[in-house]
C-alpha cells in the first residue's frame, strides 16, 4: 500500500530551469508544494549542458589566447600543455556551488517539500515515486529531455559518448570524431580542438548548423577549420566499427574510395529527445505530439489535461535554458499575477558558444524571404570595428534585417567578440517595438563593438 500525500497544493516533477522557480512561487503564495527530482538539482543546464561546457569553452578559449600569445606581444617560454583533471575539476567545483546554492533556496522556502526519486502517473494529477504517492489539483511538469540515440549501423559495438559521457573525461582524447554538426557538436569541436585533440565532425546534412544561412553556416565553418577541424558535410551513410583497442571507425560516405575517419573517442550530439516516454502519461489523460513533446496551449498548459502544465524542453516551444526558464514566468504571470503572457509573444534568440560567438534574434534572412516580406538588409565584416581589430578578433560579421514599411528590426545575426552580449542592444529595441533609427540615433560608448550597429544601420538597402 503506498504512503499517500493527498493534501498537497502543487507538484512540480524536475528542478531543470523552470521547476525549482515555479515550486518556490507556488509556495510563496501559500500552496503546499513538492518538487520531485530524480537526479542532482539544476537539471541539464547545470550538470551535463550550458554551465560545464561554458566552464570549458573558457578553459579552452584560455589555452588558445595562450597559444596566440606572441600575436600580442606576449612571450611563453614553453607550449601550451591542457591539464585535462584540472579543467574538469574546476567544471566539477562550479557545478557544486550551484547544486549547494539550489539545495539551500529550496530547502529554506517554506511550505516546499524536495523529494528525491522519479515520478510517473498513476492516474490523473497523482504520481508515484518509489513507495510514496502525491496527488494535487495542480501539476507542473519539467522533466527536460536527454541525447537522441540514433539508430546507426554499428553503434551498439562501439563507446559512444553523449554530453553527459564527454563531460567526465579526464584526459584529452587524441582524435575526437563528433557525429552531428549542430550547435553541440560544434561547440565541443572546439573545446577539444583547443585542449589538443584531433577533431573531426561528420555532418549529414550539406553544411553545419542547416538552419542557419548558408553564410552564416560557411562563416562559422571558416572560423573552426582555420583552427584545423576537420568538418565532413554530406556524410549520408554514417556507420560505426570498433577500431583496434577502443578506437572507433567511422564511415561517412556511400561512395566506395571516400576513406573513413578513423578516431580514438567518439561523441554523438544528433538531437534531444523529450523525458516523456517513461512518465506514464496515459494514466493521466496528458496528451503528447509525434515526437514525445507534451502538447501545450499558449498558456502551457496540457491541450488534454486540465490541472497540468508543462514548461521547458519537454513541451517543444524551445530548448534552451532561457526559454525554460521565461515558461516558468509565463506560467506565474498568468496563474498568479493576473498578466496575460502567452509564449508566441517572445522573439527567438540564441546563441551558439563558439569563439567567436554565433548570436541571432528573430528572424533569419531565410525566413524574412520566405515570408515574402518586404525589407532592409545591411552587413558589416567584424574587421570594421575598431575594438575587434584592437583586440586581434576580427572573426565574423554582423546582419540585421529590417521591415521596410515599419522600419522595425525583423531579425539580427552576429558572429564575432562579444556578439552574444552585443546582440542583445537589438532584442531590446525589438521587443519595445522601436524604429531601428532609435538605435542609430543613440551615442553609444567608444571603443566598443555596440558603437559600430549605428554604422550598421547606416548600410541598410532593400533586400533583392
Ligand atoms: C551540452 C549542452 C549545452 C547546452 N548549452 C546551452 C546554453 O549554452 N544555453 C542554453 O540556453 N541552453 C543550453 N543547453 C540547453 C539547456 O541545457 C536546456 O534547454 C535546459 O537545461 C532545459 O531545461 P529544462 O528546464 O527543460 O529541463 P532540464 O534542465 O533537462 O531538467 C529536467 C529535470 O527533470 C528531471 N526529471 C526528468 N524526468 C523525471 C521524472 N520522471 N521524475 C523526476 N525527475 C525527472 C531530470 O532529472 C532533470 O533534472 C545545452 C544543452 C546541452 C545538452
Known amino acids: 500500500m503506498p504512503e499517500r500525500h493527498p493534501e498537497l497544493d502543487a507538484i512540480v516533477v524536475g528542478a531543470g530551469q523552470a521547476g525549482p522557480s515555479m515550486a518556490a512561487r507556488c509556495a510563496r503564495e501559500g500552496l503546499k508544494t513538492v518538487l520531485i527530482e530524480r537526479g542532482p538539482l539544476g537539471g541539464t543546464c547545470v550538470n551535463n549542458g550550458c554551465v560545464p561546457t561554458k566552464t570549458w569553452v573558457a578553459s579552452a578559449r584560455a589555452a588558445q589566447v595562450a597559444r596566440r600569445a606572441a600575436e600580442w606581444g606576449v612571450v611563453l617560454e614553453a607550449p601550451v600543455r591542457v591539464d585535462m583533471a584540472a579543467v574538469r575539476a574546476r567544471k566539477d567545483k562550479i557545478i557544486a556551488a550551484s547544486h549547494q546554492s539550489l539545495a539551500s533556496w529550496l530547502g529554506s522556502t517554506p511550505n516546499l517539500t524536495v523529494v528525491q526519486g522519479e515520478a510517473r502517473f498513476t492516474a490523473p494529477r497523482t504520481l508515484q515515486v518509489g513507495d510514496a504517492e502525491y496527488s494535487a489539483p495542480r501539476i507542473f511538469l519539467n522533466v527536460g529531455g536527454a541525447p537522441l540515440r540514433p539508430a546507426m549501423p554499428g553503434l551498439e559495438q562501439v563507446q559512444a559518448l553523449d554530453n553527459r559521457g564527454i563531460l567526465e573525461l579526464d584526459a584529452v582524447p587524441e582524435h575526437l570524431v563528433v557525429i552531428g554538426g549542430s550547435y553541440i557538436g ?208 576580427t572573426q565574423g560579421f554582423m546582419k540585421v534585417l529590417v521591415d521596410a514599411p515599419s522600419q522595425r528590426i525583423l531579425g539580427a545575426t552576429m558572429l564575432g567578440m562579444n556578439a552574444d552580449e552585443v546582440i542583445h542592444g537589438l532584442l531590446e529595441v525589438m521587443a519595445a517595438g522601436l524604429p531601428y533609427t532609435t538605435i542609430r540615433r543613440t551615442m553609444h560608448i567608444h571603443p566598443t563593438v555596440s558603437e559600430l550597429v549605428p554604422t550598421l544601420l547606416e548600410g541598410l538597402k532593400p533586400l533583392s
Open 186 to 393: 560544434l561547440e565541443f569541436a572546439q573545446i577539444f580542438r583547443r585542449f589538443g585533440s584531433q577533431v573531426t565532425v561528420c555532418e549529414m546534412g550539406p553544411r553545419i548548423i542547416g538552419r542557419e544561412d548558408e553564410e552564416v553556416s560557411t562563416a562559422v565553418a571558416q572560423v573552426l577549420e582555420r583552427e584545423g577541424i576537420v568538418l565532413r558535410t554530406s556524410a549520408k551513410c554514417l556507420s560505426v566499427a570498433r577500431e583496434g583497442a577502443g578506437g572507433v571507425r567511422v564511415r561517412t560516405s556511400c561512395e566506395s574510395g571516400e576513406p573513413d575517419v578513423v578516431g580514438s573517442h567518439l561523441l554523438l550530439a544528433v538531437g534531444r529527445t523529450p523525458n516523456t516516454a517513461d512518465l506514464g502519461l496515459e494514466a493521466a489523460g496528458i496528451a503528447t505530439d509525434a515526437r514525445g513533446f507534451i502538447t501545450v496551449d499558449e498558456q502551457l498548459r496540457s491541450t488534454s489535461a486540465a490541472g497540468v502544465w508543462a514548461l521547458g524542453d519537454c513541451n517543444g516551444r524551445g530548448a534552451f535554458t532561457h526559454t525554460s526558464y521565461n515558461d516558468f514566468e509565463i506560467v506565474a504571470a498568468n496563474l498568479f499575477d493576473d498578466d496575460p503572457r502567452r509564449v508566441g509573444q517572445r522573439i527567438p534568440v540564441y546563441a551558439l558558444f563558439t569563439d567567436p560567438p554565433l548570436a541571432r534574434i528573430g528572424m533569419s534572412e531565410g525566413d524574412v524571404r520566405a515570408a515574402g516580406k518586404p525589407a532592409l538588409v545591411a552587413r558589416l565584416p567584424m574587421s570594421r570595428v575598431g575594438r575587434a581589430r584592437e583586440a586581434g578578433e
